[in-house]
T-cell receptor, first 114, second 119 residues
Framework: GQQVMQIPQYQHVQEGEDFTTYCNSS?????IQWYKQRPGGHPVFLIQ?????EVKKQKRLTFQFGEAKKNSSLHITATQTTDVGTYFC??????????????FGTGTRLTIIP | GAVVSQHPSRVICKSGTSVKIECRSL??????MFWYRQFPKQSLMLMAT?????????EQGVEKDKFLINHASLTLSTLTVTSAHPEDSSFYIC???????????????FGPGTRLLVL
């Protein structure tokens, strides 16, 4: 399947500032997942969105799924140094046993200036 | 959350040799595991889907004879990079699927990855 595009590719923010990354698809998504990968680490699952217009919060993180289910965003309020890493969205393809797979977005690398 | 391990974490080998990477689900059974490759500052690219007891499904452009996958049990999948060359140097990450396929609870848990350097 087509790769999911993310913007921006890089983001440098002062500690305490907000951060947002956007995930866009040319086709309708059945779901969208978000992962965080720390430098030198592996992706860690954050959340999955399934419903049109869905908004979910995890402390300072707010995840949103677009009404048309073609885009999604991750917003971090008041960034901290622990938020450093690359944030990936990923769509899960297939609903039948054995053919599900994740297609990862291009990622947004967040760096924090203390 | 579920734990997935990979071994080795790092490997350096000479060009032409083969390298085996193990992926284990430690506290759950995984009928499906996935193998990804990630080059520096790039996204994860799926290489193949490994199903227990059957042949792996490879993504377009991935040579199945070069990247041998064996999913012999519900907790172990192995990736063997045969006749490795410097361009195979990369970060190889496996993941194991937990939860009922297609359900909202379905999640992939990633291993810590294996950094391969081929000299």
């Amino acid at each position: 399947g087509q790769q999911v595009m993310q913007i921006p590719q890089y983001q440098h923010v002062q500690e305490g500032e907000d951060f947002t990354t956007y995930c866009n698809s040319s086709t309708t998504l059945s779901n969208i997942q978000w992962y965080k990968q720390r430098p030198g680490g592996h992706p860690v699952f954050l959340i999955q969105l399934v419903k049109s217009g869905e908004v979910k919060k995890q402390k300072r993180l707010t995840f949103q799924f677009g009404e048309a289910k073609k885009n999604s965003s991750l917003h971090i309020t008041a960034t901290q140094t622990t938020d450093v890493g690359t944030y990936f969205c990923a769509r899960r393809d297939g609903r039948n046993f054995g053919n599900e797979k994740l297609t990862f977005g291009t990622g947004t690398r967040l760096t924090i200036i203390p | 959350g579920a734990v997935v391990s990979q071994h080795p974490s790092r490997v350096i080998c000479k060009s032409g040799t083969s390298v085996k990477i193990e992926c284990r689900s430690l506290d759950f059974q995984a009928t499906t595991m996935f193998w990804y490759r990630q080059f520096p500052k790039q996204s994860l690219m799926l290489m193949a889907t490994s199903n227990e007891g059957s042949k792996a499904t490879y993504e377009q452009g991935v040579e199945k004879d070069k990247f041998l996958i064996n999913h012999a049990s519900l907790t172990l999948s192995t990736l063997t990079v045969t006749s490795a060359h410097p361009e195979d140097s990369s970060f190889y990450i496996c993941s194991a699927r937990a939860g009922h396929p297609g359900s909202p609870e379905e999640t992939q848990y990633f291993g810590p990855g294996t950094r391969l350097l081929v000299l």
